[in-house]
């Protein structure tokens, strides 16, 4: 509480509640401006989850093997950064969520832990995180802190140093680009989002396939393999966000007058297609089926193990439910993809350029690769069934809901019809699989029709949560402040 000390306060956050805050606040004089003080607090909550990453992704508990002290070095190396994100709210500065794509050009975006598999399946831990501040750190701060001698006219010689800025190459997205800015997201890594989804995606896979009780030290129950399991099986979700971006997306700046940035841009249509298949490829039952040994080997949790918002949520009791945490995984994708917004800026751009998707299109192709594709049978017959499911859940909410532009639920309303016919055409006789999911989805789409305007789809299973902490839009208590003088986010 004294004014003149600038403080880093440890504090261990350890039992409830989980996923609480970290802050970076300043105390500012009202009448300069000037910070005066500045208070981090980090908690421990962003040490354990990154510790809980870690031991999904190296499986490190052989039997007999010492304990790896890799997962220790990737948190500190995690809590090293946040310490400096943090320390840059004090000295006046928010996030930026494009300097992922530059060479992780500022400790002020949310840094996604880079995970590299070796051709031998071990993982590369080496970059994990930044271990300094970024390029766009020190322009800001040159910018925001440097002192000019007498004589010199401080305004031109800020825009000089902002020209400079601009001239290298930095782009500044506080936000995360309001579902349209293809570069600004939170935990994303590397400047091709496609490629970077790709990959997690492979390293996911290999992890998935090997996955074990090595995850979890000698002692624990065999059900807390469910909660390592958690951030692997959902190692692509941010990727995913930054992924659907793409689609009906707008690269943006927030230039000035003459300051020679681009206002605004469309993504290129080859680009957004190669998203779409991108995002196709997280919904297929291959991505989202979990080996049978591993399937197994989680039993119900016991006693003084309660569930809870960590792990994933199911539809059969107390047994793990494998068709649930795909059912999390796959909404999603397909939330991002089927998004109201998203889908009024599909039309809108290619109301504007031809050349552009268009919402109609999109919907198409997914109808193709999902509902109309080739049926698949088994375990990957109930996941592509599940993601059936969903498409048309999504599909539904996109026509059904007030709030969506009335031309993109008119677009929505005419996919619907025809998959209507397309269906009721398939109706066969006989209690057969196929015909349950016919008339399963027949009967959702007879509801919503009864009543577009009320129709309400029953929600998705929901992820635990993967943000370190709290909820979408409060996590990272961005950089607020204690004495409400300054409010940046
Ligand atoms: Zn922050």
Same mark, same amino acid.
């Given at each position: 509480m004294d004014i003149r000390y600038n403080v880093v306060n440890w504090v261990n956050r350890s039992g409830s509640p989980q996923r609480a805050f970290s802050y970076g606040s300043s105390y500012i004089d009202p009448r300069t401006g000037e910070i005066i003080k500045g208070v981090v607090t980090p908690g421990s909550d962003r040490h354990r989850e990154d510790y809980l990453i870690a031991e999904g992704l190296? +499986? @490190?508990? #052989? !039997?007999?093997k010492p304990i790896s002290t890799r997962m220790q070095e990737m948190a500190l190396a995690r809590i090293r950064q946040l310490s400096a994100h943090e320390i840059g709210h004090t000295l006046g500065l928010t996030h930026n969520f494009? /300097? #992922? =794509?530059? !060479?992780?050009?500022? =400790?002020m975006d949310y840094p996604f832990p880079r995970v590299d598999m070796r051709p031998d399946g071990s993982i590369d831990l #080496?970059? =994990?995180? /930044?271990k300094d501040i970024g390029g766009w750190d020190k322009r800001a701060i040159i910018w925001g802190y440097s002192d000019f001698a007498n004589g010199i006219d401080e305004n031109a010689a800020l825009d000089a140093i902002m020209k400079e800025t601009l001239a290298q190459g930095y782009t500044y997205i506080p936000d995360v680009g309001g579902m349209a800015h293809p570069r600004a997201n939170q935990w994303d890594d590397g400047a091709d989002p496609v490629a970077q989804l790709d990959k997690l995606m492979s390293i996911r896979r290999r992890l998935l396939d090997r996955f #074990?009780?090595? /995850?979890i030290q000698q002692? +624990? @129950?065999?059900?807390?393999i469910g909660e390592v399991l958690v951030p692997i099986y959902l190692l692509h979700r941010y990727q995913v966000e930054a992924v659907a971006k793409s689609l009906g997306g707008l690269y943006f700046t927030h230039a000035v007058k003459n300051d020679g940035q681009q206002p605004t841009a469309m993504v290129d249509p080859a680009e957004q297609w190669r998203a779409f298949d991108a995002l196709m490829n997280t919904i297929t039952p291959k991505a989202l089926n979990l080996p049978e040994t591993l399937i197994r080997k989680i039993p119900p949790r016991p006693t003084g193990y309660p569930s809870g918002i960590e792990i994933f949520n199911g539809h059969t009791g107390p047994s793990f439910d494998p068709i649930a945490a795909a059912e999390a995984a796959a909404a999603n994708t397909l939330s991002y993809l089927l998004n109201g917004e998203r889908a009024a800026r599909l039309i809108e751009y290619q109301a504007r350029d031809s050349r552009q998707p268009g919402l109609l299109a999109v919907i198409d192709k997914l109808l193709d690769k999902t509902l109309e594709g080739a049926p698949a049978y088994g375990y990957e017959g109930e996941l592509q069934l599940l993601v059936d499911n969903l498409v048309l859940k999504y599909l539904l909410a996109l026509a059904a809901d007030p709030k969506n532009a009335e031309n993109v639920r008119g677009e929505a309303l005419v996919e619907i019809k025809g998959l209507r016919s397309w269906m009721a055409g398939r109706v066969g006789a006989g209690a057969s699989k196929k015909n349950a999911a016919l008339f399963f989805g027949l009967s959702q789409i007879d509801e919503f029709e009864k009543s577009p305007d009320k129709f309400v789809p029953q929600p998705a299973l929901e992820m635990p949560p993967g943000a370190p902490i709290g909820m979408p839009g409060i996590f990272d208590a961005p950089c607020g402040n204690d004495n409400g003088a300054q409010k940046d986010f």
């Open positions: 190296l +499986q @490190p508990y #052989s !039997d007999g494009t /300097a #992922s =794509v530059k !060479d992780r050009a500022s =400790v #080496s970059e =994990v995180y /930044a #074990s009780e090595n /995850a002692g +624990q @129950p065999m059900a807390t």
